[in-house]
């Protein structure tokens, strides 16, 4: 069982839609992250929250809208996403931002498949 | 730059049989180094992790892998494999120093087993 958890576990929606990613841990992990997984490809990173505050932004595109309502919680919005955004959209935390340049792993839900129509 | 490179797209090994899976890095100081096991549609699971000390680690589901800082390498082994190994295996590098820190991933192994 994975200890941070992800919700819907799929989701297909139209290009007009809004639609939103939910990711909760009760580790009491301060840094929560974002990665989009293509299939046969590596995670790559989208967004990181330290201390419920935007710390990284990979230079995602605006249809796509993180938000950190409290320290254990993670939103990812969606609005007028292309066909290209399918994918395995994946939540991560970690003890707080420097932990795994410390040697503390990332806890990975089981992630959320996204297809957009 | 930090680097993870993964020489082998797809393994295919017999069950019971042993196994490596290669990992090279590229990291200019120590490196923190990781394994994880995806299964189709499921998030990463961590099977173990080198940060110092002991240069082979054991890990989770009888998995171990050995730091050899000469060749930069960091294999996963296990001695006998069972069909529900079958997974994509990707090797990491904790990168970033301070405040920052970041996995960087070798682009994935996927592992078969054959009956």
């Known amino acids: 069982d994975t200890e941070v958890t992800q919700t819907p576990k799929h989701l297909v929606m139209g290009m007009t839609n809004k639609k939103s990613l939910k990711c909760e841990q009760h580790?009491?992990?301060?840094?929560m992250y974002w990665y989009k997984q293509k299939a046969k490809k590596p995670p790559e990173l989208m967004f990181v929250?330290?201390?419920?505050?935007?710390?990284i932004n990979e230079s995602v595109p605006s249809r796509f809208s993180p938000e950190c309502p409290n320290s254990s919680l993670l939103n990812l919005h969606l609005h007028a996403l292309q066909p290209e955004d399918s994918a395995l959209y994946l939540c991560?935390?970690?003890?707080?931002?420097?932990?795994?340049?410390?040697?503390?792993?990332?806890?990975f839900g089981n992630g959320t498949r996204l297809t957009v129509t | 730059a930090q680097s993870v490179t993964q020489p082998d797209i797809h393994i295919t090994v017999s069950e019971g049989a042993s196994l490596e899976l290669r990992c090279n890095y590229s990291?200019?100081?120590?490196?923190?180094l990781f394994w994880y096991v995806q299964s189709p549609g499921q998030g990463l699971q961590l099977l173990l992790k080198?940060?110092?000390?002991?240069?082979l680690v054991q890990g989770i589901k009888g998995f171990e892998a050995e730091f050899k800082r000469s060749q930069s390498s960091f294999n996963l082994r296990k001695p006998s494999v069972h069909w529900s190994d079958a997974a994509e295996y990707f090797c990491?590098?904790?990168?970033?120093?301070?405040?920052?820190?970041?996995?960087?991933f070798g682009k994935g192994t996927k592992l078969s087993v054959k009956p």
């Open positions: 580790m009491g992990h301060r840094a």
């Open positions: 929250y330290s201390y419920e505050k935007l710390s």
């Open positions: 990291y200019g100081a120590t490196p923190y």
């Open positions: 991560a935390s970690s003890q707080d931002l420097g932990a795994v340049a410390r040697g503390s792993p990332l806890h």
């Open positions: 990491a590098v904790g990168a970033g120093g301070g405040s920052q820190g970041n996995l960087i």
């Open positions: 080198y940060f110092s000390g002991d240069t």
